[in-house]
């Protein structure tokens, strides 16, 4: 049970993808005896294992997890959602532990447990559909284009490769005329426990290195014989993802297997690469190189006494 006055504290992991989140999540869990809530906006869907780097069957035996597998690629499970779902979560799991993690390198889901979503107006469904349509017509390139003239803020945070993240950028600016960067995390909301933010970075260098090694590792774990399993289901927004998106497109016989391989690790590499400009922005994080473990520790000790 917590300790008697003590505030409760949501310790969050982020950085980029491959920097070694999930490690340092089930060190600290371990460390603290607590859980952990993802914040993985794709490790979310039980369909798409391999792709989203999950944590392994060791890892998930040796803490408590949660927002793992939670949810099918069919379901509509947005940011509001999570963080309702996360807020009412924790609620519970305070009254057992002092301490809880949360692991994740979707910004926009940190900052909605974190800071709360802003009220945003109504937009028109209407214009939604059309973008879908244009979609599936001329490709996410086109959407990604407009976007990126209508709301250049919002365009250089926002993971790319996501039409359904794009689309709600340009559904919003197409219906009400204003840049969904404007209505973003204008207001902070209040929560009922201490936040402690640690992010984890190194050279580009070697985290490039990292990158590529996850992908190669994938490759041999049998990510094509995942993506031909899912074809069905590759119309979905989870599914237009990198990783995926790639080796359909090979599937497609659009480019030859090598070049789709190339071509997600140079994607993944980009998404980390906007992750870091993301979290980069919000002061609060205190940053550790990966193997900094026992350093981490020692800090967190300090501040959550």
């Known amino acids: ?5 003590k505030k409760n504290t949501l310790i969050v992991i982020v950085g980029p993808t491959a920097i070694g ?9 371990q460390h603290f005896s607590t859980e952990i809530i993802s914040a993985d906006s794709r490790q979310f869907f039980r369909e798409m294992e391999i792709g989203t780097a999950k944590p392994s069957a060791e890892e998930l035996a040796a803490a408590p997890h949660h927002f793992i597998n939670s949810h099918s690629v069919h379901t509509l499970f947005s940011t509001g959602d999570f963080e309702n779902e996360v807020l009412k979560l924790t609620e519970e799991l305070f009254k057992v532990h002092s301490n809880l993690i949360m692991v994740g390198g979707s910004g ?3 900052d909605a447990v974190c800071n709360g979503l802003d009220i945003l107006p109504d937009t028109d469904l209407n214009i939604r559909e059309q973008l879908n349509q244009q979609l599936a017509e001329e490709g996410i390139g086109a959407i990604q284009a407009q976007l990126q003239a209508a709301d250049p803020e919002y365009y250089a945070k ?3 490769s996501n039409p359904q993240r794009l689309i709600r950028g340009l559904e919003f600016f197409l219906s009400t005329g204003n ?3 404007g209505y973003m995390t204008n ?7 201490h936040i402690v933010k640690i992010g984890l970075n190194t050279d580009r260098t070697i985290l490039y290195e990292r990158i590529n090694h996850r992908v190669d590792l994938m490759m041999q774990a049998g990510l094509l014989d995942e993506v031909k399993g899912l074809e069905s289901y590759r119309h979905l927004n989870a599914l237009k993802t990198v990783g995926y998106a790639e080796l359909f497109d090979y599937l497609d016989g659009n480019i030859q297997l090598p070049d789709a391989i190339a071509l997600i690790k140079q994607n993944t590499r980009r998404f980390a690469k906007r992750q870091l400009t993301w979290f980069r922005r919000d002061g609060q994080i205190h940053w550790y190189e990966p193997d ?4 981490v520790i020692t800090d967190l000790e300090s501040s959550l006494l």
């Open 158 to 160: 926002v993971d790319q």
């Open 108 to 110: 926009l889901y940190i």
């Open 21 to 29: 989140k999930t490690a340092l999540a089930v060190a600290l869990a």
């Open 1 to 5: 049970m917590p300790e008697q006055g």
């Open 292 to 295: 900094q473990l026992t350093a």
């Open 187 to 193: 207001s902070k909301k209040e929560r009922p426990f």
């Open 179 to 181: 840049k969904f960067s």
